[in-house]
C-alpha cells in the first residue's frame, strides 16, 4: 500500500483507510493476514553476482572475441596439417584465459557482497497487537500496525503519525537536508515532496528527539527506500567512455584484419599465378596460413590484456590516493568527465551542524571550524578573541538546554544540540561539569508548536532556567535583556534590534536559535513559570558549513581542469544558495517543484545555466542527469545518501562517500571516496587522464607495430611469394616483445600540467584521424626497411638469414617507435624505471631467441650478420628523425589541438 497520499489525510482518515484501532492495534489473525497479503517488511534481496557470472563477462570485450577466432583458426590448421603444430592457438587462448583472470580478481574483490539495502530496515520495532505493547521483528510490520516511537530508534517503516511530542527525525540520507525535521500533526492539502511532509516517518530515517505514536501505511518495497531501490534498479548503467572507445576500435579492427583476410586468401587461392600448378587442397593450405599469418600480424594480441592491466594500474594508485575503484573501465571515465553533479549535505558539506555566528551583549562573533571537532576559535572582526567572559553565559545556556552528548567527535542525538556543545568546547568550557554542578530537575520539551525548549536546574540554593528556542518564540517570554553582565530592562527598541539580528542571520541561511535563562529561589510548579519573564542573552546561529577545501577544489577543477560543478541537494534554495555563495559556485538556481513544471524539452534547454538544484527528490536527480547526458556532457555524480543511489548509478561515473556514505550509495557507485574528502576527485580525475594519455600511447604504439607487420608480410607475399615472418614469430613479436613494453607504459605517471588541459582533450576517440594517418605512414616506412633488408639477404645469405634480419628489425625498430611516441608526452625516463627493464627484457629475449640455438630453431631463426645490425641502426635512427618531421607537418596540415601531455619543445625531463 503506498504512502504517496496518506499526508493529505486526517488521522481519523488514515485509521478509516487501513482498518486499525489506535487504542488496541490490529489483531494477531488480522497481522497474518495483511502479512499473507503485503509480504514481509523487507527490500527484495538483489541477484547476487556469482563469481562465474563475473568470470564470463571479461569475454565480452569485441577484442577477446577476435583473439578467440584466431586461436580457433589457429587450432584447425594446427590439426589440419600434417605435421601441424598447435602452440599458436595454445598460446593464444593462454593470453585470453589471462586477460579474463586479471579482470576477474579486480572486479570480483571490489564486488561487494553484502544486501545494503536490507541493513537499511530497523531489526526490531514496538507496536500495539490485540490491545498489548508487544516487540516484534520490523519484517513482520504490516499496513495498519501501530508503532511507538523514541529517541534513537531507526523508523521501521513508512508511518503516518497520530501523537508526537518534541518529535524530530534526520532525514538526510533520504532527503538531504541536514537539519533533523521537526514532525506536526498538521494535515498537509496540497502535493508536497517527502522533505515536506512534517506529518510522516520514512524507513531508515532516524528519531533525533522525542516520542510519538504512528500508524504504519508502507512497508517494503512499498516506502519511499523501497522506491528508491526500484530506481536504483531500474537506472540505465551506460558504458563507460573507454569502454565505447575500446568497442569501437575492436570493431575497426575486426573489419580490417577480416577485409585483409579475405583479400590475401582470394589472391593466393584464385588469382596468383605463383600458385596455380599446386593442388587445390594445398593451394588452399597455402591461402588459409597466409590469411592467418595476416591475422596474426593484425590483430594486437596483447592490446585487452595491456589495457585491462593498465587499468588495474590506475585503480591502485587511485586506492593510494584514497578514491577505491569498483569496476575498473570507470577508472578512465573520470579523466573525460566535464560536469560533477554533487550532493551538498555529506558531500560539499561534512553533514555536521556547526556555529558559525553568536551575537551576544549586542556583539557579534564569527565561531571557525567545521563539523564536531572541537578545532577553532571566536574571532571579532576577523581576529581571535582572547578573553571570551561575554560568550560564557550563552555557551553555557546552550549546553545545559541540551539533551545530546559528544563522543569522539561525533554526536548522539540531535545535531542541531550537538553544535552548541561544540561552541562551548571551542571556548574551551567544562560542558559535563556544568550538568554536574547544576542537575537537571525538569524539562518543558521541545515541540513543533510552542518551538522552543526549557530545562529547569539546580543551582546552589535555588534554581535557574535555560532556554532555548526560536529566537521571535523566545523573546516573546523575556522581559530583559543581558548586557554588560547584568540583565537590563527590555525595550522595545533593543526588541527591534535583535529580529534584525535574526532576520540578518537567517538571510545567511544559518539556522538562527534564541537562548535566555532566569534565576529563581523557589522551585518553579508550572511550564507557564519556568517559560516567563526570562532573561534574553544572545543568538548562535549554525549551518552545515561546506568542507575546508572545497572552495580551494572547486576553484581547481573550473578553472584549472576547465570542468563544471553543480549542487543538488533536497535541502532549502536558500540554504543551497548560501553554500554556494561560500564555495564560488556562481549560476542560476532552481527548486524541485519548478523543475516539475519544466518539459524535459523546456529543461535541456536551461540546463546548461543551472548550477543550484534545491529541494530535489531522487527522480529529479536523474532527470538532471540525463539531461546533462542529452547535451554530450560526460556526467559525474557524487553522493553519500539513499536518495543520491538512483542517480549515481544514472550518471556515466558514480562516485560514493566511503566513511560517512550509506551502503545503498556505495553499491550503486563506480568509484568510492575512502576519506570522503571532494579533494580526492581531483586527484582521480588527474589519475583518470594520465590512463586515457597510457591507453593512447600503448595502443599507438602496439597498433604502429601491427600495421607495419601488415604490410611487410602482405607486400612479401606480393613480392617474394612467400612469409617474411611466420605467425609464430609475429605471434612472439606481438605478446612477448611488444607487451612487456606496452604494460610497462601502463605505469606512467601523469605527464606534467595534464590538469590544466580541457576534458574536450580524453573525450575523443583513443586514435585520432590523425594518429591513424602517422602510424599508417610509421608502418609504411618500416616495412620498407625491413622489406629491404629482406631482399638484401635473400640474395646474399639465403632465406632462413633474411627471414632473421627481418625478425630482428622488427623488434628493434618497434623498440624506435615506442621511443618515439614516449618522447612526445612530458614524462620523464626517469619516472617509470620499469619501461627501461621492459625494453631491455624484450632486447633479451630477442637475444635469447637469435642466439641460443634450441631457441632459435624453434623459430627458424639464425644469429643475424654484422650488416644486418648495422643495417637495422640506420634504419631506427632514419626512422626516429623521420617520423619527428611527419608529426610536425601533421600538426600543421591537420590541426586537432595540442595531444593530451604534449611538450613545447625542449621541455623533457
Known amino acids: 500500500m503506498a504512502a504517496a497520499k496518506f499526508y493529505q489525510q486526517s488521522v481519523d482518515q488514515v485509521i478509516q483507510t487501513l482498518q486499525t484501532d489506535l487504542a488496541a492495534g490490529l489483531t494477531s489473525t488480522e497481522a497474518r493476514g495483511r502479512w499473507q497479503r503485503y509480504g514481509p517488511n523487507a527490500l527484495a534481496s538483489r541477484r547476487r553476482i556469482s563469481p562465474l557470472a563475473i568470470f564470463f563477462g571479461q569475454f565480452k570485450d569485441v577484442l577477446i572475441v577476435i583473439l578467440l577466432l584466431a586461436a580457433v583458426v589457429s587450432l584447425?590448421?594446427?590439426?589440419?596439417?600434417?605435421?601441424?603444430?598447435?602452440?599458436?592457438?595454445?598460446?593464444?587462448?593462454?593470453?585470453?584465459?589471462?586477460?579474463?583472470?586479471?579482470?576477474?580478481?579486480?572486479?570480483?574483490?571490489?564486488?561487494?557482497?553484502?544486501?545494503?539495502?536490507?541493513?537499511?530496515?530497523?531489526?526490531?520495532?514496538?507496536?500495539?497487537?490485540?490491545?498489548?505493547?508487544?516487540?516484534?521483528?520490523?519484517?513482520?510490520?504490516?499496513?495498519?500496525?501501530?508503532?511507538?516511537l523514541e529517541e534513537g530508534q531507526k523508523v521501521p517503516a513508512d508511518i503516518r503519525l497520530v501523537s508526537v511530542i518534541g518529535l524530530r527525525a534526520a532525514e538526510a540520507s533520504l532527503t538531504g537536508e541536514s537539519a533533523p525535521v521537526d514532525k506536526k500533526l498538521t494535515v498537509i492539502t496540497r502535493?508536497?515532496?517527502?522533505?515536506?511532509?512534517?506529518?510522516?516517518?520514512?524507513?531508515?530515517?532516524?528519531?533525533?528527539?522525542?516520542?510519538?505514536?504512528?500508524?504504519?501505511?508502507?512497508?517494503?518495497?512499498?516506502?519511499?527506500?523501497?522506491?528508491?531501490?526500484?530506481?536504483?534498479?531500474?537506472?540505465?548503467?551506460?558504458?563507460?567512455?573507454?569502454?565505447?572507445?575500446?568497442?569501437?576500435?575492436?570493431?575497426?579492427?575486426?573489419?580490417?584484419?577480416?577485409?585483409?583476410?579475405?583479400?590475401?586468401?582470394?589472391?593466393?587461392?584464385?588469382?596468383d599465378k605463383e600458385f596455380a600448378d599446386v593442388g587445390l587442397a594445398q593451394r588452399l593450405l597455402l591461402a588459409l596460413t597466409a590469411a592467418v599469418a595476416l591475422a596474426v600480424a593484425a590483430i594486437p594480441e596483447g592490446l585487452a590484456f595491456v589495457v585491462r592491466i593498465s587499468l588495474a594500474l590506475g585503480a591502485r594508485r587511485m586506492a593510494a590516493r584514497q578514491a577505491l575503484v569498483r569496476r575498473l573501465s570507470a577508472v578512465e571515465a573520470l579523466g573525460s568527465t566535464d560536469i560533477i553533479c554533487s550532493d551538498k549535505t555529506g558531500t560539499l558539506t561534512k553533514g555536521e551542524m556547526t556555529v558559525r555566528e553568536v551575537w551576544t551583549n549586542r556583539t557579534c562573533y564569527q565561531v571557525t571550524g567545521t563539523g564536531y571537532g572541537s578545532g577553532g576559535e571566536f574571532q571579532r572582526d576577523g581576529r581571535a578573541v582572547s578573553k571570551q567572559d561575554d560568550l560564557e553565559l550563552i555557551l553555557r545556556l546552550g549546553g545545559l538546554c541540551n539533551n545530546s552528548r559528544l563522543k569522539d567527535d561525533l554526536v548522539i542525538g540531535d545535531p542541531t544540540e550537538g553544535a552548541l556543545l561544540v561552541a562551548a568546547e571551542k571556548a574551551g568550557l567544562p560542558v559535563a561539569a556544568w550538568s554536574e554542578s547544576h542537575p537537571r530537575v525538569m524539562e518543558v520539551p521541545f515541540t513543533s508548536d510552542r518551538k522552543m525548549?526549557?530545562?529547569?536546574?539546580?543551582?546552589?540554593?535555588?534554581?535557574?532556567?535555560?532556554?532555548?528556542?526560536?529566537?521571535?518564540?523566545?523573546?516573546?517570554?523575556?522581559?530583559?535583556?543581558?548586557?554588560?553582565?547584568?540583565?537590563?530592562?527590555?525595550?522595545?527598541?533593543?526588541?527591534?534590534?535583535?529580529?534584525?539580528?535574526?532576520?540578518?542571520?537567517?538571510?545567511?541561511?544559518?539556522?538562527?536559535?534564541?537562548?535566555?535563562?532566569?534565576?529563581?529561589?523557589?522551585?518553579?510548579?508550572?511550564?507557564?513559570?519556568?517559560?516567563?519573564?526570562?532573561?534574553?542573552?544572545?543568538?548562535?546561529?549554525?549551518?552545515?558549513?561546506?568542507?575546508?577545501?572545497?572552495?580551494?577544489?572547486?576553484?581547481?577543477?573550473?578553472?584549472?581542469?576547465?570542468?563544471?560543478?553543480?549542487?543538488?541537494?533536497?535541502?532549502?534554495?536558500?540554504?543551497?544558495?548560501?553554500?554556494?555563495?561560500?564555495?564560488?559556485?556562481?549560476?542560476?538556481?532552481?527548486?524541485?517543484?519548478?523543475?516539475?513544471?519544466?518539459?524535459?524539452?523546456?529543461?535541456?534547454?536551461?540546463?546548461?545555466?543551472?548550477?543550484?538544484?534545491?529541494?530535489?527528490?531522487p527522480e529529479h536527480k536523474i532527470r538532471i542527469v540525463q539531461a546533462l547526458?542529452?547535451?554530450?556532457?560526460?556526467?559525474?555524480?557524487?553522493?553519500?545518501?539513499?536518495?543520491?543511489?538512483?542517480?549515481?548509478?544514472?550518471?556515466?561515473?558514480?562516485?560514493?562517500?566511503?566513511?560517512?556514505?550509506?551502503?545503498?550509495?556505495?553499491?550503486?557507485?563506480?568509484?568510492?571516496?575512502?576519506?570522503?574528502?571532494?579533494?580526492?576527485?581531483?586527484?582521480?580525475?588527474?589519475?583518470?587522464?594520465?590512463?586515457?594519455?597510457?591507453?593512447?600511447?600503448?595502443?599507438?604504439?602496439?597498433?604502429?607495430?601491427?600495421?607495419?607487420?601488415v604490410i611487410t608480410v602482405l607486400f612479401g607475399l606480393l613480392l617474394f611469394n612467400d612469409l617474411v615472418l611466420t605467425a609464430a614469430q609475429l605471434l612472439f613479436i606481438n605478446i612477448v616483445t611488444d607487451g612487456l613494453p606496452a604494460v610497462a607504459l601502463g605505469s606512467d605517471p601523469a605527464a606534467r600540467g595534464i590538469m590544466s588541459l580541457k576534458p574536450g582533450r580524453f573525450q575523443g576517440a583513443i586514435i585520432t584521424k590523425k594518429l591513424w594517418l602517422e602510424m599508417t605512414i610509421f608502418g609504411a616506412l618500416m616495412s620498407i626497411a625491413v622489406l629491404s633488408q629482406f631482399a638484401l639477404n635473400l640474395q646474399t645469405g639465403g632465406m632462413t638469414a633474411a627471414v632473421s634480419g627481418a625478425f630482428a628489425a622488427m623488434v628493434v625498430l618497434e623498440m624506435v617507435r615506442l621511443a618515439g611516441i614516449r618522447s612526445d608526452y612530458a614524462v620523464s625516463w626517469r619516472s617509470n624505471p620499469w619501461l627501461l627493464v621492459a625494453i631491455a627484457s624484450s632486447l633479451a629475449l630477442l637475444a635469447a631467441v637469435l642466439y641460443v640455438p634450441l631457441v632459435g630453431r624453434a623459430f627458424a631463426v639464425q644469429p643475424p650478420s654484422a650488416f644486418d645490425w648495422l643495417f637495422i641502426a640506420w634504419s631506427g635512427t632514419f626512422l626516429f628523425g623521420a617520423m619527428k618531421l611527419v608529426r610536425r607537418g601533421l600538426n600543421r596540415w591537420i590541426p586537432e589541438g595540442p595531444q593530451p601531455g604534449a611538450l613545447p619543445a625542449g621541455e623533457l625531463g
Open 76 to 148: 584447425g590448421l594446427g590439426l589440419a596439417e600434417e605435421n601441424g603444430s598447435l602452440t599458436e592457438g595454445v598460446l593464444i587462448f593462454v593470453i585470453v584465459l589471462a586477460i579474463a583472470v586479471v579482470g576477474f580478481f579486480n572486479e570480483f574483490k571490489a564486488e561487494k557482497t553484502v544486501e545494503a539495502l536490507k541493513r537499511l530496515v530497523a531489526q526490531k520495532a514496538r507496536v500495539r497487537r490485540g490491545g498489548e505493547e508487544v516487540e516484534v521483528d520490523a519484517k513482520e510490520l504490516v499496513p495498519g500496525d501501530v508503532v511507538l
Open 453 to 617: 525548549m526549557s530545562t529547569l536546574h539546580r543551582s546552589g540554593d535555588g534554581y535557574v532556567v535555560a532556554a532555548k528556542g526560536a529566537a521571535e518564540v523566545v523573546l516573546a517570554r523575556c522581559d530583559r535583556i543581558w548586557l554588560d553582565g547584568r540583565p537590563r530592562p527590555l525595550t522595545a527598541a533593543v526588541k527591534q534590534d535583535i529580529l534584525e539580528q535574526n532576520h540578518r542571520l537567517s538571510s545567511q541561511a544559518l539556522r538562527v536559535l534564541g537562548l535566555a535563562y532566569k534565576e529563581v529561589a523557589a522551585k518553579p510548579k508550572t511550564p507557564g513559570e519556568i517559560e516567563s519573564k526570562l532573561v534574553f542573552v544572545g543568538l548562535q546561529g549554525m549551518m552545515d558549513p561546506p568542507r575546508r577545501e572545497i572552495k580551494e577544489v572547486i576553484a581547481a577543477v573550473t578553472r584549472g581542469a576547465g570542468m563544471r560543478v553543480a549542487m543538488i541537494t533536497g535541502d532549502y534554495i536558500e540554504t543551497a544558495k548560501a553554500v554556494a555563495a561560500e564555495i564560488g559556485l556562481e549560476g542560476e538556481a532552481i527548486s524541485g517543484s519548478e523543475l516539475d513544471r519544466l518539459s524535459q524539452a523546456e529543461f535541456e534547454k536551461r540546463v546548461e545555466s543551472i548550477v543550484i538544484y534545491a529541494r530535489v527528490n
Open 629 to 709: 547526458k542529452q547535451h554530450g556532457h560526460q556526467v559525474a555524480m557524487t553522493g553519500d545518501g539513499v536518495n543520491d543511489a538512483p542517480a549515481i548509478k544514472a550518471a556515466d561515473i558514480g562516485i560514493a562517500m566511503g566513511a560517512g556514505g550509506t551502503d545503498v550509495a556505495k553499491e550503486a557507485s563506480a568509484v568510492i571516496l575512502l576519506d570522503d574528502q571532494f579533494l580526492t576527485i581531483v586527484g582521480a580525475v588527474e589519475e583518470g587522464r594520465g590512463i586515457f594519455d597510457n591507453v593512447r600511447k600503448f595502443v599507438n604504439y602496439l597498433l604502429s607495430a601491427n600495421i607495419a607487420e
Open 191 to 271: 502535493d508536497v515532496t517527502v522533505g515536506d511532509q512534517v506529518n510522516m516517518l520514512f524507513s531508515g530515517t532516524v528519531i533525533t528527539a522525542g516520542k510519538g505514536e504512528g500508524v504504519v501505511v508502507a512497508t517494503g518495497a512499498a516506502t519511499q527506500i523501497g522506491q528508491i531501490a526500484k530506481l536504483v534498479d531500474e537506472a540505465e548503467e551506460d558504458p563507460t567512455p573507454m569502454q565505447r572507445k575500446l568497442d569501437r576500435l575492436g570493431k575497426q579492427l575486426g573489419v580490417g584484419v577480416l577485409a585483409i583476410c579475405v583479400l590475401v586468401f582470394v589472391v593466393i587461392f584464385f588469382l
